[in-house]
């Protein structure tokens, strides 16, 4: 079951595309790099995955995503509040569509980027958070 | 009625379903289909007049040993208190005044108001943590939460699409730090073709069997088929931007489709699979929220989520049914 969907992956996302950026409080790659499908969970295939961590490389755990759409046309998207896990990682299956991800955890700055999300696509978004907490 | 199918087998069990149902009856998107691959033709779409299940108030006295003997966990060394582990994994507060995470489908005033939960109907609603985060629901028989199809089901790979069901707690009750009704497990997941195969909003619904019977001590919800716009609704659940705390906002029904029901009530995330309900000799659920505002129309102007239709309300009326 994991190797076929391994394989789907890999037909359905043949390229490769990262964007970096850095900014306060922010740092955020965006790819449709699957190297880590065998890490996302069952069944999804489309959206957003990715892993939050603090400046130090530690996992931020609870962390809340936020897509909201933007532009005229845009999906429905369900309200669930979907959190980092234990390893700082989370998977939010997603429409097609262009969207604004808030990341927010408590004891850290908010991040936000401007996402898209193609069809059949499974974009890594990894942020890096800052504490509010200047040391 | 009944097919047994595995995924790969799926497109064919849904062409034999559909061709054994009334040609009314939603082209099989209302279907039933469980964790297990199963996959059920939903029945009895034909009913007219208004359905209604009664809601049960639950136990009278409350006590630790009443609840262990349903099969809930309360002895778990935490004093009925999440642990600070839990709390911060949950919870995931937003900084105060440094975001505006779950707050932009709050439609002007933010009418929400806090909801404490020792006594019915509040502690029948339900928090639902499982592996991709948090959403709500609402007890509906002594072992079964409703909720959204999302809650559960990532909307594609029908069986191979439900969220990992060993990740899945339920909390009735939940208040804050306190989880005065312990939490249980889940036996099996449940939604409908419509929302595993399409991730069609307008069958985004789904229910969750539970490992214990909390619902005698909790109490559970009604669920009726009766027409929506104009009652007042009440969508009630655990917001993503409070710790942990279940939160309520009033309205009334404004819009309605055939199988969507539209309101102005304040939602944010986390509030899926809440119920839309009212109160007529007791709570009545009319709807289960799924979405903020998006798109055009109706869509743009309410939140809005699933009607309880005729085939919804025989599907949770099965769900409730199995043991």
Same mark, same amino acid.
């Given at each position: 079951m994991l190797l076929a969907r391994c394989l789907v992956y890999c037909l359905l996302v043949p390229g490769l595309m990262s964007v970096g950026c850095a900014q306060e409080g922010l740092e955020i790659t965006v790819s449709n790099d699957?190297?880590?499908s065998e890490e996302t969970m069952p069944g999804i295939t489309q959206g957003l995955t990715g892993l939050v961590e603090t400046g130090d490389g530690r996992p931020v755990t609870g962390a809340m995503i936020v897509p909201v759409p933007l532009g005229d046309?845009?999906?429905?998207?369900?309200?669930?509040?979907?959190?980092?896990?234990?390893?700082?990682?989370?998977?939010?299956?997603?429409?097609?569509?262009?969207?604004?991800v808030s990341v927010s955890a408590e004891g850290y700055r908010t991040a936000k980027r401007r996402v898209e999300v193609g069809a059949?696509?499974?974009?890594?978004?990894?942020?890096m958070l800052s504490s509010i907490h200047k040391e | $009625?009944?097919?047994?199918?595995?995924?790969?087998?799926?497109?064919?069990?849904?062409? $034999?379903?559909? +061709? $054994?149902?009334?040609?009314?009856?939603?082209?099989?998107?209302?279907? &039933?289909?469980?964790?297990?691959?199963?996959?059920?033709?939903?029945?009895?779409?034909e009913a007219t007049g208004t359905q209604s299940l009664k809601p049960f108030?639950?136990?009278?006295?409350?006590?630790?040993? +009443?609840?262990?003997?349903?099969?809930?966990?309360?002895?778990?060394?935490?004093?009925?208190?999440?642990?600070?582990?839990?709390?911060? &994994?949950?919870?995931?507060?937003?900084?105060p005044g440094a975001t505006e995470a779950g707050?932009?489908?709050?439609?002007?005033?933010?009418? &929400?108001?806090?909801?404490?939960?020792?006594?019915?109907?509040? &502690?029948?609603?339900?928090?639902?943590?499982?592996?991709?985060?948090? =959403?709500?629901?609402v007890m509906i028989g002594k072992n079964t939460v409703a909720t959204a199809g999302h809650c559960i089901h990532t909307g594609s790979g029908g069986s191979g699409g439900f969220y990992p069901k060993s990740s899945f707690r339920i909390y009735a009750g939940a208040d804050g730090a306190?989880?005065?009704?312990?939490? =249980?497990? +889940?036996?099996?997941?449940?939604?409908?073709?419509?929302?595993?195969?399409?991730?069609?909003?307008?069958?985004?619904?789904? +229910?969750?069997?539970?490992? =214990?019977?909390?619902?005698?001590?909790?109490?559970?919800?009604?669920?009726?088929t009766v027409k929506p716009k104009g009652k007042p609704s009440i969508v009630q659940g655990y917001p993503g931007d409070k710790p942990l705390q279940q939160w309520f906002s009033a309205d009334k029904v404004a819009q309605m489709t055939t199988n969507q029901i539209f309101y102005k009530n304040d939602t944010t995330g986390g509030m899926s699979g809440s119920p839309v309900w009212y109160d007529k000799k007791g709570p009545f659920m009319i709807g289960i929220h799924g979405y903020r505002t998006h798109g055009s129309s109706v869509h743009k102007k309410f939140n809005h989520g699933k009607r309880i239709t005729s085939a919804t309300f025989n599907n949770l009326k099965n769900w409730k049914s199995l043991p």
């Open positions: 699957v190297k880590n046309d845009t999906p429905a998207i369900p309200e669930i509040a979907i959190l980092t896990d234990a390893a700082g990682r989370y998977n939010w299956p997603l429409p097609p569509g262009t969207y604004e059949d696509k499974l974009v890594t978004l990894n942020v | $009625m009944t097919k047994q199918s595995k995924f790969y087998s799926l497109p064919l069990a849904l062409i $034999m379903a559909g +061709a $054994m149902v009334p040609l009314h009856a939603y082209s099989g998107q209302e279907d &039933r289909l469980s964790d297990d691959g199963t996959i059920e033709a939903v029945a009895g779409t108030s639950g136990s009278a006295a409350v006590t630790n040993e +009443a609840l262990n003997s349903e099969g809930v966990s309360v002895y778990d060394g935490s004093g009925g208190k999440f642990t600070d582990e839990e709390f911060a &994994r949950l919870s995931a507060l937003p900084v707050t932009e489908i709050i439609l002007g005033k933010d009418t &929400r108001e806090r909801t404490y939960t020792t006594t019915y109907p509040a &502690r029948a609603k339900v928090l639902i943590t499982f592996s991709a985060g948090r =959403c709500s629901g306190s989880k005065p009704f312990g939490f =249980c497990t +889940a036996k099996s997941l449940h939604t409908v073709v419509g929302w595993a195969n399409g991730a069609n909003e307008e069958f985004d619904y789904g +229910a969750i069997k539970l490992n =214990c019977t909390v619902g005698n001590t909790v109490g559970w919800y009604g669920f009726s």
